[in-house]
């Protein structure tokens, strides 16, 4: 689910060299859908080095019970 919840962070990733929507999605367990969401004017094709991305990252709840 793409819904936000109390145990989701917001994360700002700085796009490295050799990055793309796959590897970046693939890293943090999100769905390029959801990098575009969170980033209107950013061209998901079209990273560039520097870039700044904002996304939820989804933080697993255990409670060794």
């Known amino acids: ?3 936000v919840c ?3 962070l917001v994360r700002v990733y700085d796009v490295q060299v050799g ?3 796959d590897t970046i999605s693939a890293k943090f ?3 390029w ?4 969401a ?3 004017g950013a ?4 990273l560039k080095v520097g870039q700044r991305l904002v996304f939820y990252e989804r933080i697993s709840q ?3 019970e």
Do not use: C, R
């Open 1 to 3: 689910s793409s819904d």
């Open 6 to 8: 109390s145990s989701d």
């Open 19 to 21: 990055d793309s929507i």
């Open 29 to 31: 367990h999100v769905t």
């Open 33 to 36: 859908q959801e990098l575009a």
């Open 38 to 40: 969170l980033n209107p």
């Open 43 to 46: 061209n998901m094709q079209l």
């Open 62 to 64: 255990y409670t060794g």
